[in-house]
């Protein structure tokens, strides 16, 4: 395949491996952020012609989460700005359980444009490539989580099935639902860090409140902390604890376990205190 294809986030978790699978199989590959050499900036749409001119497809994985309000405004208008610059097919990373993510793969579904939706839980990468690497560096990992189940999806597996849609003619159309094959508390998942490292990580149950007001000491962004406090009140709270079989219909194989990444990833040292 000779068409370029831009990919929004492309310095992202999901993002950065969808360019390297791409890459691999010798498409013409567009990174699309706002350091890349033709810069895409959510915020600023006069950026957005020239990262989409001469794209026919994109992967689209929204800043910092299609939850955050105005994300389907964004998705609106990207989408005519796709359809306009001649893009055929677009490729969705969405989020379960998310009200406002439904509604940004309505507008993707209604676009007019070849679509496929990529509709994930939560992803084990939080663990090593976000916010909760630092408190596993430190021992002990306090969430306000409770013990409610998720069914954790790797970022390989996302990455995998957003590139099949994105080369494949076999998936057009579909909305994947992407999880884990088995459910973990966020307590179950750092005790199974902990006995992949060989080291001792608490974890600890906070009020909402108090960890609402520990994020805004620690100064992380606004938008994070909202999104953060939103995740945690809403859509951890019991809607995605159930299983789907997302990765097994796109890529004929099942998804990747939870344990089997917590032990690569210790073996990369990423957790070694």
């Known amino acids: 395949m000779n068409a370029t294809t831009l990919v929004l986030g492309g310095t992202g978790k999901t993002g950065s491996r969808v360019i390297e699978r791409l890459t691999a199989r010798g498409v013409d590959v567009r990174v699309g952020s706002r350091s ?7 915020t600023d749409r006069s950026t957005w012609p020239a990262a989409l001119a001469g794209a026919r497809r994109v992967y689209v994985a929204y800043y910092p989460d299609l939850a955050v309000p105005g994300s389907v405004e964004a998705i609106t208008a990207l989408t005519d700005a796709a359809r306009e610059a001649g893009v055929e097919r677009i490729v969705l990373l969405s989020g379960r359980g998310e009200e406002e993510a439904q509604a940004a793969e309505k507008v993707v579904q209604e676009s007019g444009l070849e679509w496929t939706i990529v509709r994930c839980s939560w992803f084990n990468q939080n663990f090593d ?11 002990e990992v306090a969430l306000p989580s409770g013990d409610v189940p998720e069914p954790f999806v790797d970022a390989d597996d996302i990455a995998d099935v957003a590139v099949a849609a994105l080369t494949e003619d076999g998936h057009l159309g579909e909305l994947y639902e992407l999880t884990g094959p088995r459910m ?46 939103y995740l945690f009140r809403e859509v951890l709270d019991g809607r995605n604890s159930s299983l789907a079989d997302g990765v097994q219909r796109a890529l004929g194989r099942a998804p990747k376990d939870f344990s089997d990444y917590a032990r690569d990833a210790a073996a990369r040292g990423v957790w070694t205190a």
Not at 36 to 42: D, R, T
Not at 129 to 139: F, H, R, V
Request: charged share 20%; proline share 6%; net charge negative.
């Open 36 to 42: 890349a050499e033709i810069p895409f900036e959510w």
């Open 184 to 229: 973990l508390t966020f307590a179950e998942a750092v005790a199974e860090i902990a006995k992949a490292t060989g080291r001792e990580i608490a974890f600890v149950h906070v009020p909402l409140d108090d960890y609402s007001a520990a994020l805004e000491t620690e100064g992380l962004p606004a938008d994070i902390a909202w999104l953060l406090g």
């Open 129 to 139: 490539e976000n916010y909760l690497l630092e408190p596993i560096l430190a021992g």
